[in-house]
């Protein structure tokens, strides 16, 4: 079969509407989350990233050709596939740096709370044999 054969057969270009469509939904959503701070800025830098790459795809298809054939890649949705895979693992190593991060930070506030709480218990204890010295102190006065 001949390929330009298959195209004339298939309406492309509604397809490339809806992907239009959907690419631009993706990076309204992204920029809503980002403002209302749902999502802090310096995480979603890949995200707005990736879905104006998304968007350009859909916009201009030959893009998508260009970068199957130079990696060689036949089949030019494969090359989508491929990054797509990319897109989400460069994401989860970001969100694995993070949270390495966060991690570190929590096992460090943890270490600040113990030893916080241990000083307030010494303070306390201070202060209670301060006032059973005061007492005593009283009480002998008083006798006297």
Known sequence: MNK???FNEVDTSRIQYIAIAGSVILLLIILELIR???IKEE???LWLLF???ILLISI???FLEVFSQITGISYAPAALFLLLIMAVFVILIQFSV???KMSERNKKLNQEVGILKME???MKERVEKRKEKNE????KRVKR
Do not use: H, N, Q
Request: glycine share 0%.
């Open 4 to 6: 330009e054969l298959i």
């Open 36 to 38: 209302s701070k749902k």
């Open 43 to 45: 995480y979603s830098l």
């Open 51 to 53: 879905s104006i790459v």
């Open 60 to 62: 201009f298809r030959s």
């Open 98 to 100: 993070i949270i390495s």
């Open 120 to 122: 307030l218990e010494e």
């Open 136 to 139: 005593k102190r009283k009480t």
